[in-house]
């Protein structure tokens, strides 16, 4: 990097990058094929994302490891194999390590390194960024590709800085291996991440303290490993099969069916449940059309879930007590599990309620404290959530036109228009942006969609000599408009999750999602494109 972006020695680019996640490193690549200037910026100290940060044990992800895997580049697909169905968080890893140094992306970003503030020079028709390395970079544009999960949260609970016994967050997992044997463990937060943790440290660790405020629905993985006849034919396959996820509702390959739940008969609904469930991963999901909308039909499917915890829960009063009850399944990010359940017949393993029986009242120096007694813990575990799909671009200096700032923008709630840019912002743009379909659609489909939506507008800009664009405020009131009203019909806002910012204290609440899947998202986003980006401000 040599002095570039010192006090006094400002770099001037065309575009910056912030985060080097998979959503950044999408961006990066495509802007450098453009022949623009581009510096990207990494907290870390390596590429990945969240999948740099999330190390905690058991960390998977839940959609198939083929699905969720770059498709912009033909020869990372080739090159690259993938091993198990649902890869762990080692293997994504080194996968986006692959991608990096196969596609020589490394040195465009610079790691160690946060942006502290973005600053719209109105005169100059910039960008100013500083990071909190003392440098300071000019750009045309500005892309955040910050992630809708990269700020993790804190429980609000009375002593967490007390606790003297190791303290460790599935989000900020340290590199070093943790031991767990002997030890008296707690964990907090019973969503994807708390339950792949309790499913893997449950059987290592001394005794395992599940502090469960809402449980989840879980449903079985049923990982497996990939032959190599089967990942010979993906790789002949893959421009079709992105081509097929790109076209899904759910942007990836698993099926959507066009069958409403109550169309056929009590048998038959039983038995394609039966076999969703033999299937694993979220076929549940793909299932019938209508399990978003129906609350009925959603309830029958919720409550053939509940049944299959009493199925394998020993103790009948902690099955009873692991069954989600009140909100919708699907509401929440529905988990995906090899052991979570089987976890609670351990000896060793305990659930506290803490949502009907024993409320957490404080973390002391030694555990935590219930209403109903004191545990005592060596270690204690945060899988408590993120500030989710705001956070990022929350918590630094963003300030466009005016002096505005994106924090006074969203104060009741994030507003945007297609999850990709803000009235009041030229030139900015967000990857997987909120009010986007970010987490209800495969979110490398979303950010490989993206980058190319906004280098299509870039390359325009050129061609047709302007210098900066925004969307006008109709443009972003009429978006707005058609979020909210999709919102208002499906049983998505129905549940307190990080989707519509219940889990942060004091955030506006509202799902700030578009539901009406990923092709129909693709259409609206081409459709703002089309004779010369009607709904802009450009100039
Ligand atoms: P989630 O799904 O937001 O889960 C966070 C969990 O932490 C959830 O069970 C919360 O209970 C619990 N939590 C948060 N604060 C507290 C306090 N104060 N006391 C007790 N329990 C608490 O985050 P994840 O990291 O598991 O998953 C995020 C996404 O990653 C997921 O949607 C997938 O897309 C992958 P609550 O529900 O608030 O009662």
């Known amino acids: 990097m040599g002095n570039a972006g010192q006090e006094g020695a400002v770099t001037r680019l065309d575009v910056v990058v912030v985060g080097a ?31 740099y940060w999330n190390r905690y044990p058991g960390a998977r992800v839940d959609l198939p490891s ?18 198990e169905e649902f890869a762990a968080q080692p293997e994504l890893l080194r996968y986006i390590n692959f991608v990096a140094d196969r596609l020589s992306l490394r040195p465009h970003i610079q790691f160690n390194t946060r942006v502290e503030s973005a600053v719209w020079d109105e005169a100059r028709q910039l960008w100013v960024v500083r990071t909190n390395q003392g440098q300071v970079f000019e750009a045309t544009y500005c892309v955040m590709a910050t992630g809708p999960l990269s700020v993790p949260t804190d429980p609000d609970i009375p002593g967490l800085k007390s606790f003297k016994g190791e303290l460790l967050r599935a989000a900020r997992w340290p590199h070093e291996p943790v031991q767990f044997a002997g030890k008296r463990v707690g964990i907090i937060g019973t969503g994807s991440t708390g339950i792949q943790i309790v499913q893997d440290i449950g059987p290592k660790s001394g005794e395992l303290y599940v502090f469960q405020r809402t449980p989840s629905f879980s449903m079985p993985m049923r990982n497996r490993q990939l032959t190599p006849d089967f990942v010979a034919e993906v790789k002949r396959h893959y421009p079709a099969l992105r081509e097929a996820a790109r076209n899904s509702p759910n942007g990836g390959l698993r099926p959507a069916s066009t069958r409403a739940f109550f169309s056929v008969s009590k048998a038959q609904r039983e038995s394609l449940l039966e076999d969703a469930w033999k299937q694993g991963g979220l076929a549940m999901l793909g299932t019938f059309s ?36 009140g909100y919708p399944i699907f509401a929440r990010r529905p988990c995906l599990d090899s052991s979570y359940y089987e976890t609670y017949n351990l000896p060793t393993v305990h659930l506290v309620d803490c949502l009907n029986e024993e409320k957490i009242l404080e973390i002391t120096e030694t555990g935590v404290r219930t209403s109903q007694r004191h545990i005592e813990l060596d270690m204690l575990i945060l899988a408590t959530g993120y500030d989710g799909l705001t956070g990022a671009l929350l918590a630094f200096e963003v300030r466009g036109r005016d002096g505005h700032t994106v924090n006074e923008k969203w104060k009741h709630g994030a507003y945007s228009h297609l999850g990709l840019m803000m009235h009041g912002f030229p030139n900015l743009f967000m990857t997987t942006g909120p009010n986007g379909p970010a987490a209800l659609a495969n979110i490398i489909r979303i950010s490989e969609h993206d980058v190319e939506w906004i280098g299509k507008l870039i390359t325009h800009m050129a061609e047709h000599g302007h210098r900066t664009v925004e969307p006008s405020q109709k443009a972003e009131d009429d978006w707005m408009q058609l979020v ?40 609206y986003c081409a459709l703002a494109a089309q004779d010369g980006y009607k709904p802009y401000l450009l100039a």
């Not at 961006?27 to 990945?48: C, H, N, T, W």
């Open 66 to 83: 083929i699905d969720y895997s770059f498709g912009f580049s033909r020869e990372v697909e080739q090159e690259w194999t993938w091993s």
């Open 21 to 51: 996640g998979f959503g950044g490193m999408v961006a990066i690549y495509k802007f450098r094929e453009m022949g623009l200037k581009i510096q990207g910026f990494e907290a870390g100290s390596d590429v990945g994302g969240v999948w």
């Open 484 to 523: 909210q009203d999709l919102a208002k019909r499906t049983l998505v806002s129905q549940a307190k999750t990080w989707y519509v910012g219940a889990n942060v204290k004091d955030k506006p609440l509202g799902l700030t999602l578009f539901t009406g899947g990923f092709p129909k998202y693709r259409e």
């Open 290 to 325: 209508d399990l978003l909308f129906n609350a009925e039909a959603n309830e029958q499917v919720a409550e053939f879930v509940r049944s299959k915890i009493d199925d394998v829960v020993k103790d009948p009063a902690t099955a009873e007590k692991l069954k989600p009850r």
